[in-house]
Structures are given as C-alpha cells and as structure tokens.
C-alpha cells in the first residue's frame, strides 16, 4: 500500500516538474540503470561464479562420442558411455573418444586419462593445464 502511494505521488510530482528536470531524471535513471547491469554482467562472467558453478559438476566416465549440441548453439559436449553429456566447450581439442574422464565436485579441474597418459585439464582457466 505503501509503495502504491510512494509511486503515484512521485508520477503526480513527476508531471509537475519542469522539462529540465524531467530530463536529469531521466538521465539519472537510466545511468544508474546501466551501472547496475553492468555490476550484474561483470558478476556472472566473473571467475568466482564460474568456480561456484563448476564446484557443484562431478562427472566420470569414458567419451565415447564428441559432438556438438543443436539444441545449444553447437557448443561440443562429450556424450559418455553411461549416456551423460558434459558440456566441453572450452577443452574440447585436447580430448578424444576413449579418453576417461574425471571431474570431482568441489573441484574446478578434469582428470584426463589416456592410454598413454593422465593429465589434468583446468575448467577455471582453460587455456592452462596442470
């Protein structure tokens, strides 16, 4: 009720201001707008959210499929062979079918394990490997 009151005396107020301070209103408005989406922006694509979300991940198993996902804008995924999908946009040339694979929760890297090899892949920073 309050609220209610609060926005029709501020319309009523607000058609009784002069043209000039209509505009710095508005222009106030709309920058304190633009900074709160771009905190909202920044906090998203921000490392410590993509670590959040990569911590709660735990998924094992062996690839047997690489592909891109038509549903998703063709980001790849590798299918395993329980039939789960993992979502592998930003590692999936180093990986190949055969490859176990192990991401544990908690954890923002995937053990890779190759017939020749075992390596780690870091989620959090793609381009780096452990």
């Known amino acids: 009720m309050k609220t209610t009151a609060f926005?029709?005396?501020?319309?009523?107020?607000?058609n009784n201001l002069s043209n000039m301070k209509k505009n710095i209103i508005t222009?106030?408005?709309v920058v304190i707008l633009i900074f709160i989406m771009k905190r909202l922006v920044d906090y998203v694509s921000s490392k410590g959210f993509n670590d959040s979300i990569l911590k709660k991940i735990s998924m094992q198993g062996r690839i047997v499929k690489l592909k891109g996902d038509f549903n998703s804008h063709h980001v790849p995924v590798a299918?395993?062979?329980?039939g789960k999908t993992m979502n592998i946009n930003f590692v999936f040339q180093k990986l190949a079918i055969g490859d176990s694979i192990i991401k544990k929760k908690g954890t923002t890297y995937m053990t890779v394990i190759r017939k020749d090899s075992v390596f780690r892949l870091n989620l959090s920073q793609p381009g780096i490997s452990n």
């Open 7 to 14: 926005v029709v005396v501020f319309l009523v107020n607000f």
């Open 27 to 29: 222009i106030l408005t």
């Open 79 to 82: 299918i395993l062979r329980d």
